[in-house]
């Protein structure tokens, strides 16, 4: 699973722009987050069809990086996702990005983006 990371301007329309590529491309959203700074800004998403995705921004001439990311499926209840970062914080994983990604009869699937892929896979198999 792959999470696109959109350099955009801290500007009115831009998510328009973005959001509208996309559904052209009839790509699905499946998470969505952004953020903002004085220099711009950045939208950070999963869809369900990374090629298509890929594809599609670069038609349009949309500035991205893409990452691989780790899904996990936890209890829906609190605590769940501190566990987690607790336990990758002790690794020294530094967790670059959350998503809930959905919530389905008491679990929860959240997609991570690590500064380490390797050691997350490893503790979260």
């Given at each position: 699973m792959r999470q696109f990371e959109i350099s955009v301007a801290n500007k009115i329309g831009c998510l328009a722009?973005?959001?509208d590529v996309l559904a052209q491309s009839r790509v699905n959203i499946k998470a969505i987050a952004t953020d903002t700074k004085e220099s711009?800004?950045?939208i950070k998403i999963v869809t369900d069809d990374e090629e298509v995705t890929r594809d599609a921004l670069k038609d349009a001439g949309l500035e991205f990086r893409e990452h691989?990311?780790?899904l996990v499926h936890l209890l829906?209840?609190?605590?769940?996702?501190?566990?987690v970062a607790r336990a990758m914080s002790n690794l020294n994983i530094n967790i670059e990005?959350?998503?809930?990604?959905d919530r389905d009869q008491g679990t929860a699937h959240v997609a991570f983006k690590?500064?380490?892929?390797?050691?997350?896979?490893?503790?979260l198999k």
């Open positions: 722009t973005v959001t711009g800004g950045v691989e990311i780790v829906d209840k609190p605590g769940e996702i501190a566990k990005s959350v998503f809930l990604m690590v500064d380490d892929l390797i050691k997350a896979k490893e503790l």
